[in-house]
């Protein structure tokens, strides 16, 4: 049995946290955009994110076309990484689920390769729906 240890961010930084088990997410810090669109309304892209594990590949269609997903596990390490390039529309990425290592929740998906140059910035980023985290530790009200 392999034992997962919880990592928590300063308490003095603004954070985002899963809002089903207030596990730590993200900080502020690492906010790139809060102009994503996920399957249940809006999301935010961040650079890192901490306590999310990746989950299985599947092939599906995302608000801006068919995207390619990668079969991965990143929370220790890398167990395989099979990689489908699909080419519908005009965007194409391999994307992984991601998920809550701590109550197991699907909380978005990471970008892993971006085909197009114009999406290069989204490779090794996290997508983070709002539905699934709240804002902790210094926010003004």
Known sequence: MVK???AYLPN???T???IHCRAHLASH???ISK???GSQGRAYLFNSVVNVGCGPAEERVLHTGLHAVANIYCKIETISFMCYR???GCVTHAVADIYCESC????GWKYEQ??????KYKEGKYIIELAHMIKENGWDN
């Open 16 to 18: 985002y946290s899963c």
């Open 114 to 119: 971006a085909f197009e140059s114009s999406q």
């Open 29 to 31: 810090d690492e906010l």
């Open 86 to 88: 699909v080419n519908v």
């Open 4 to 6: 997962t240890f919880q």
């Open 12 to 14: 003095c930084h603004r």
């Open 35 to 37: 102009s994503f669109q």
């Open 104 to 107: 197991k929740t699907t909380l």
